[in-house]
């Protein structure tokens, strides 16, 4: 079993800079997909960011510029640094592993941008 915990979730006033980490353990295999999902009240479901174990990205259009996505394999770690925050991010951010065609989810961190 994989497990996924994520932190770094908080309130935070537009135009300000926020770090979200995951850390993934467990039967670890590679190679990897991980990334963010976003959920925000009356919105759809959005894939935020993604990394694979070999460096490839991808970023929605709406955090593009903003958000940078980046790993640390020997710590089985990703991390979400969401830069130039606004208040269109709030939400709750949910980290997930892809590995070995299975997908574990992490609990969950609420990001709330708002002066």
């Known amino acids: 079993q994989v497990q996924v915990v994520e932190s770094g979730g908080g309130l935070v006033q537009p135009g300000r800079s926020l770090r979200l980490s995951c850390i993934a353990s467990?039967?670890?295999?590679?190679?990897?997909?991980m990334g963010w999902y976003r959920q925000a009240p009356g919105k759809e479901r959005e894939l935020v960011a993604s990394v694979t174990s070999d460096g490839t990205t991808y970023y929605a259009d709406s955090v593009k510029g903003r958000f940078t996505i980046s790993r640390d394999n020997a710590k089985n770690t990703v991390y979400l640094e969401m830069n130039s925050l606004k208040s269109e991010d709030t939400a709750d951010y949910y980290c997930y592993r892809w590995q070995r065609g299975t997908q574990y989810w992490g609990q969950g961190t609420r990001v709330t941008v708002s002066s």
């Open positions: 467990g039967s670890i295999f590679n190679p990897y997909n």
